[in-house]
């Protein structure tokens, strides 16, 4: 076929061939240019969809290289000292109170050896006081005035119940020996608002304690005889287990209305 077409057929033949077969080459090597670039595109993008895989593995390392947990561990080891300090300053108040507690019991107004102390509080009068001897109906006192005592009165009274004009009281032997109440000695019942003074011995104190250390006997009412059952009714009104102070200032308030008057029971609770 070559040798029956023209010398100029033949070499435009030749010239298509040779283009022909460079563009099939060229076709070829085009393709598997593509092939490779298509190979590596997947492979590129797989990296690229890989790369969230690097993400997980640096929030894995997170924990290790940020500094947050100890930055929040040692703030707490920092206010812990802080919040522990608190209650050692509560543990300080009550130092500083009793420091100024007892500052106040230094005052003018108030003695050095002023205390509270709860006991049991009775109380007796005329009729059914006795001399020491079994007699009842008699305001005699064991320490009167009269005798040298350093007390106010000579038979039981109830006075008004200021500081200086208090009213009479008993207490066993026991504790006026022991200096509990001293003869003379004067207490505050701020339950009545009333002053008291040691004057008089009460037998039966010792014997009834009702779960008190100590158990005083107040005296109310007239230095004569009196309506029996009013003045029972009375005296167990102001029977109690409360706060009696003991040496109290001079300046407490006074309530100086009678606790028994006219066969009355006047006394005021506070």
Sequence with gaps: M?????VRQLFIVILTSVLLGTGIAGIARYSQFAIQNLR???ASRTSLMLSPTSKPSTTDNLPINNPSPTTRSSSTAQLSPTYNSSPTNKQVEPA????????????SNNPANSQTIQMYI?????????????????A?????????NPTLHNIATEGTGTYNN????????KDINAGVFPIG????????????????QCADCGNDLQGMQYHIDLWMG???????TALDNCESNITRNTNIMLKPPANLAVDSTPLFQNNQCTAHLH
């Design 2 to 6: 070559w040798l029956k077409l023209p």
């Design 40 to 42: 590596v595109i997947p």
């Design 96 to 107: 500083q109170n009793s420091t100024i507690a007892s500052n106040t019991t230094t005052s």
């Design 122 to 138: 009775t109380s007796y009068g005329y009729d059914d006081n006795d001399d020491g001897n079994g007699h009842y109906g008699t």
């Design 140 to 148: 005699v006192i064991a320490y009167p005035k009269s005798d040298g």
């Design 166 to 173: 208090p009213i009479t009281i008993a207490a066993t032997v």
């Design 185 to 200: 000695s004067i207490i505050y019942a701020p339950y009545l608002e009333k002053y008291f003074i040691l004057e008089d």
């Design 222 to 228: 007239p230095s004569s005889t009196s309506d029996k």
